[in-house]
Every structure is written in structure tokens, then in C-alpha cells.
Antibody
Framework: EVQLVESGGGLVQPGGSLRLSCVAS????????MTWVRQAPGKGPQWVSA????????YQTDSVKGRFTISRDNSKNTLYLQMNSLRIDDTAVYYC??????????????WGQGTLVTVSS | EIVLTQSPATLSLSPGEGATLSCRAS??????LVWYQQKPGQAPRLLIY???NRATGIPARFSGSGSGTDFTLTISSLEPEDFAVYYC?????????FGQGTKLEIQ
């Protein structure tokens, strides 16, 4: 069974940093692209960033470029999201999700349970 | 970026009835349209990929259709567990985008 478990969320002040982690199990982690999707309270999901199976290709939405960095450690079956210069509108539940393909995600299945990031002073 | 507009925002129906949910894209996404279901307090769950392909384990009462800019998710006969929020997502262009959702509620 595929399992994705996120951690690292919490309360942070505007301008602060957090690193999210997602530990994967139940599949050959390095053979699949992975992605981060966030969902602000009461809103629809927003795709944030994706990374290829090898980690050589990354993709990001414009609003996080220059602030967030996606990475992965295939030896540890772990996906990361380093978030710097956090803003109030980054407040959301952050989900990691497994992609369908190696080079790019395609669709997302399954998703982890999410970790809440709250940016507030 | 491609904007996905879902309608209606809320759909009130009774168990046993059929449901039709719409997703319209601001430009063609070919058949690269995905549907998810989300229940309160849970992560989204994949239902349909590439417009019309049911994901593993999804009941046959769920079906998807469409191409280009207009897509439909149909639930043939609603079960109590189908009342949830449904989102469409396009994977045709970066950035991937989601619709704002349709809430399917019990009438």
C-alpha cells in the first residue's frame, strides 16, 4: 500500500522559514515524480511545486518562485519543501502527492494527510 | 495560466438521483483533465484521469467525458458517501491548475 506522511508544519511569523518533509513507502520512490499541493482554509487546492523522479527537473508556480525549493532524497524515500520568506497568504494545509510518471507528475494519486502551515504574527 | 471554472458551485440532490458536474477551461487542455473528490477533513482522492478514465477502485457510477475546454463528471445514482466536494485539475500546461470546486450536498 502506498503511504505518504508529511511533517514539519507549524506556526511561523511572516518572513520566517519552514521545511516540510514527506516520507513515502509502498512504491519505488525514485521512479515517480512527486508534488506539493496546498489548500488554504475553505479554498480549492493549489499546485505548488513538482520534481521528477531523479530530482533533475523541478517545476513551481509563480507565487513561490525564489522562495520555495522542492527537493528529494531517493535514498531516504523523502520529499522536501524548503519554504523561505513566508507570507500570510502561504497559510494552508500542504499535501504531498505521488505523480503518475517519472519526468512529470501528470495526476496526483495518492495524497498524504497534509500538514498545516500557519503564517501569522 | 489556464483557469478552470466549475459549475454549479453547489448542487443539492437526493440519494438515488443522478448528478452532472461541469468544468470549463479558459483554453484547450485536450483530454488532460482530472477529477478529484474531497470529503471534510480528508485529502482529495483521484476519481478520473485524462477526462474519462476511472482510477483504480472507483465505482462504475462515476464517469467523465469531454475534451478541449468542456468537461463533465457524471454520477449515475448518488450514494450517501458521494456527497462531497469535487475538483477538476488540468495537467496540460504549467502551472497545473484546479477549479474552485462543486459542493454536492444532500437535499
Amino acid at each position: 500500500e502506498v503511504q505518504l506522511v508529511e511533517s514539519g508544519g507549524g506556526l511561523v511569523q511572516p518572513g520566517g522559514s519552514l521545511r516540510l518533509s514527506c516520507v513515502a513507502s509502498g512504491f519505488t520512490f525514485g521512479s515517480y515524480a512527486m508534488t506539493w499541493v496546498r489548500q488554504a482554509p475553505g479554498k480549492g487546492p493549489q499546485w505548488v511545486s513538482a520534481i521528477s523522479g531523479s530530482g533533475t527537473s523541478t517545476y513551481q508556480t509563480d507565487s513561490v518562485k525564489g522562495r520555495f525549493t522542492i527537493s528529494r532524497d531517493n535514498s531516504k524515500n523523502t520529499l522536501y519543501l524548503q519554504m523561505n520568506s513566508l507570507r500570510i497568504d502561504d497559510t494552508a494545509v500542504y499535501y504531498c502527492a505521488k505523480g503518475r510518471y517519472d519526468g512529470y507528475p501528470g495526476w496526483f494519486d495518492p495524497w498524504g494527510q497534509g500538514t498545516l502551515v500557519t503564517v501569522s504574527s | 495560466e489556464i483557469v478552470l471554472t466549475q459549475s454549479p458551485a453547489t448542487l443539492s440532490l437526493s440519494p438515488g438521483e443522478g448528478a452532472t458536474l461541469s468544468c470549463r477551461a479558459s483554453q484547450s487542455v485536450s483530454s488532460y483533465l482530472v477529477w478529484y473528490q474531497q470529503k471534510p477533513g480528508q485529502a482529495p482522492r483521484l476519481l478520473i484521469y485524462d477526462a474519462s478514465n476511472r482510477a483504480t477502485g472507483i465505482p462504475a457510477r462515476f464517469s467523465g467525458s469531454g475534451s478541449g475546454t468542456d468537461f463533465t463528471l457524471t454520477i449515475s445514482s448518488l450514494e450517501p458517501e458521494d456527497f462531497a466536494v469535487y475538483y477538476c485539475q488540468q495537467r496540460s500546461n504549467w502551472p497545473y491548475t484546479f477549479g474552485q470546486g462543486t459542493k454536492l450536498e444532500i437535499q
